[in-house]
């Protein structure tokens, strides 16, 4: 896997930018790419309401960036419902990206420049733009504010692969590290983006059977054409994908699922949203007043009584531009595997926003931070930059604004059983039995069987 901190603009956005844009292919599903910083409008469904002086929000423009993908629905919910307006934002604007390249080039230009001046991220993408590692040595200063959304994503096998015990566990890791010799090609796997959530969810579920995914594998960032074209004529084996596509890949007969990511790690955290830090910094109400606005639609999106209308919203032309069937099935929990495995019938096992079976979704925990960077020396990426755990929790205290976080729950008045008192939410157990501990970072590293570090 390359060091992206190496690349020049130019081949970054050749050899990354490509790829990213699997992420809104793959998760946004149909149709023609979106086109790059298209800026979504629509009437409030809500009217703005009066703000109290000491919470009048210091401007009422905000542009934020999002990738047509289920991890998005916060912020297209707060813009559609109104819930910016209701708290001051009656300028706040959702700005649809073309791939995750363009976001981060977008977001180093500034939405004064005609860029934006946050949103939707995938981890440890804030860390990285902060620290210039990802932005050809820019260093643009993030602020992380909220997580999005929990679960939602999944390993797709390729049909060719069906009955060879494929699964959580994977039976047979000879058979995947044999192909060289059986196939004359090696175990063909691909993620959305480099050394961010996909690429880790693939990783550690092929590591824990035993396979390297460096070594014995072929581990690529491929453009979403090729994945499923490869996927149905068998030359791609394996995609770490998000929703919808874990009901498309079996629906269209392209093959199975080996498991979904909620099954490999209960109740993760997925997607963030982070704002560059000068703008927060120059309007902190403001930015309150963003986060409130998207705390109240993820519980909004949370109520089983709205998903109807938001499979609705987020479906339309203007956001996923899908057909509301293909995003149904994973917004009621409902997954359809494959390969004689048992189907998944189970709301919360499906995108949740607000809260999920360990409490807050929200909330953005910085023992999740951590467990990202850690992953991220597990694997030997940026080790120039993040160069161990002393270094990486560092960069999480400058990142990670928590603080804010809390002070803007307070003001909307969430209730106090919903505002974790702590900045770790604990020891998280992982599907093989392996346990990350934030309070011993190392201890894990160490305990892992398979890494660079």
């Known amino acids: 896997m390359p060091d992206l901190s190496r690349f020049s603009r130019r081949k970054f956005l050749t050899t990354v930018g490509a790829s990213a844009t699997t992420a809104v292919f793959l998760k946004g599903c149909m149709g023609n ?56 934002m ?30 939707q991220w995938q981890m440890p993408m804030p860390h990285l733009i902060t620290e210039g590692i990802i932005t050809n040595g820019k260093k643009v200063p993030m602020y992380l504010l ?95 994908t998000g929703d919808p596509w874990p009901y498309r890949i079996v629906s269209d007969n392209i093959g199975f699922m080996s498991a979904l990511t909620e099954q490999i790690w209960k109740c993760h955290p997925e997607e963030y949203l982070a704002i560059r830090a000068d703008w927060v910094d120059k309007y902190p109400k403001a930015a309150k007043a963003v986060l409130k606005a998207v705390m109240e639609a993820q519980q909004w999106c949370d109520n089983p009584a709205n998903r109807k209308e938001l499979i609705t919203i987020v479906s339309g032309r203007s956001y996923f531009n899908v057909p509301e069937k293909v995003i149904t099935p994973p917004y009621e929990g409902k997954y359809i595997l494959g390969d004689g495995k048992p189907n998944v019938d ?87 039995g392996v346990k990350f501990d934030p309070e011993k970072p190392d201890a894990y590293l160490a305990s892992l069987k398979i890494k660079r570090a």
């Open 146 to 240: 909220a997580q999005l959304v929990t679960q939602g994503n999944g390993i797709a096998i390729s049909g060719k692969n069906t009955g060879k015990g494929i699964g959580l566990n994977i039976k047979d890791p000879d058979y995947i590290k044999a192909f060289e010799k059986t196939e004359g090609r090696k175990f063909k796997a691909a993620h959305t983006f480099p050394n961010v959530n996909q690429d880790f969810w693939i990783r550690y579920w092929f590591a824990a059977s035993g396979i390297d995914p460096d070594k014995d594998i072929d581990l690529l960032a491929v453009p979403p054409a090729e994945t499923v074209q490869g996927m149905r004529n068998g030359t791609m084996d394996a995609f770490s």
């Open 346 to 432: 189970d709301f919360k096992k499906g995108p949740l926003y607000w809260q999920d079976d360990r409490g807050s979704v929200s909330y953005p925990y910085k023992s999740h931070d951590l467990w990202f960077l850690t992953e991220t020396l597990r694997w030997n990426f940026h080790s120039g930059a993040i160069k161990d755990v002393d270094a990486a929790k560092k960069l999480i205290d400058r990142v990670n604004r928590e603080d804010l976080w809390r002070e803007a729950a307070k003001e909307a008045g969430v209730a106090a059983a919903d505002i974790p008192t702590a900045t770790s939410r604990g020891i998280e157990t992982f599907f093989d």
């Open 90 to 119: 009656t300028g706040a604007e959702v700005s649809k990206q073309a791939n995750w390249a363009s976001a981060r080039d977008n977001v180093v230009i500034g939405a004064d420049a005609g860029g934006i001046d946050g949103g």
């Open 33 to 88: 790419p979106p086109s790059d910083t298209t800026t979504q409008q629509s009437p409030s469904s809500a009217p703005a309401v009066n703000v109290s002086g000491g919470d009048t929000p210091e401007i009422t423009k905000i542009r934020l960036g999002f990738i047509p993908i289920v991890e998005s629905a916060p912020l297209i919910v707060a813009k559609e419902k109104g819930f910016f307006a209701k708290y001051g």
